[in-house]
């Protein structure tokens, strides 16, 4: 059972930047596929970007290309989500969350296992 808790989210002025980190625990990390989702009030939960722990390929929403970085870091057992030219359309609770294999989905039911979430908001 992986166990994941997501840190990092906060206020910041749009141009600015966050990093969010996931942090997980409880299973074998290096066979799961890493992603973090977003969901601001009234949206469905949207995939925002994803990483294979394994060969450390990634995928991003057409949204955040160029602009997110999604890391993992296989020595502190960390995931990164690292937010630049932040706009207020960014605002929402992020979510870290996990799927067992590399396969790519970016489909919010294809994964099992969540953290709690973590708020950012950029203001305008």
């Known amino acids: 059972q992986v166990q994941l808790a997501e840190s990092g989210g906060g206020l910041v002025q749009a141009g600015g930047s966050l990093r969010l980190s996931c942090a997980p625990s409880g299973g074998t990390v290096s066979m799961y596929r890493m992603a973090w989702f977003r969901q601001a009030p009234g949206e469905e939960r949207e995939f925002v970007a994803s990483i294979s722990w394994r060969t450390g390929y990634t995928d991003y929403s057409d949204s955040v290309k160029g602009r997110f970085t999604i890391s993992r870091d296989n020595a502190k057992n960390m995931v990164y989500l690292q937010m630049n030219s932040l706009n207020v359309e960014d605002t929402a609770v992020y979510y870290c969350?996990?799927?067992?294999?590399?396969?790519?989905?970016?489909?919010?039911?294809?994964?099992?296992?969540w953290g709690q979430g973590t708020q950012v908001t950029v203001s305008s």
């Open positions: 969350a996990a799927k067992f294999g590399t396969s790519l989905t970016t489909t919010h039911n294809s994964y099992a296992y």
